[in-house]
């Protein structure tokens, strides 16, 4: 039964959400993993028993979401670049390997303030999933996210900045 409703509206608006996260500026492989991940996310809601009423409305705002989360990944990236670059050097544009060194540096983070930032930027969920998650509240995943992040800025800055 879950399975066949999760077909149904990704035979039905499967391509309109790509088009979405298009418009919404992801690139091709963007826009595939974020419709994916959104059709994954309602099979998952629906087989623990969640009922969706309007099936097609929460495809588009979850695919939404994930659209803008990839946004503000890419803007933390840039905050902490841009700090960076204003103290250590002309500022530069932000490339791959700059998201690759902020993304090294999360990982040298403590174990919990490392999973609420993945849980946040990548798996795009509220803090008080998170915190539902790693049962924690969500100002405590509040906290370790704004103590994680100033932490990366200080971490980059004392490394000598990004590439």
């Known amino acids: 039964m879950v399975a066949a409703a999760v077909a149904d509206v990704h035979d039905r608006r499967g391509r309109e959400l790509f088009g979405l996260c298009r418009r919404l500026g992801l690139d091709d492989d963007e826009a595939n993993d974020a419709v994916q991940e959104t059709f994954l996310r309602m ?22 979401r994930l659209a803008m989360d990839h946004h503000r990944l890419g803007r933390l ?26 993304w090294a540096a999360v990982d040298r983070l403590p174990p919990r303030q490392r999973a609420v930032l993945y849980l946040r930027y990548r798996a795009d969920l509220s803090y008080d999933r998170i915190g539902a998650v790693m049962g924690i509240t969500a100002n405590g995943a509040r906290n370790d996210a704004s103590v994680a992040t100033a932490s990366l800025r200080r971490r980059l800055l004392i490394e000598g900045g990004l590439r």
């Open 77 to 102: 990236v840039r905050s902490v670049v841009d700090r960076i670059a204003t103290t250590t050097s002309p500022p530069e544009e932000v490339d791959a390997a700059d998201r690759l060194s902020v």
């Open 43 to 64: 099979w998952h809601e629906s087989s623990r028993g969640v009922v969706i009423l309007d099936p097609d409305s929460w495809a588009f705002r979850v695919a939404y």
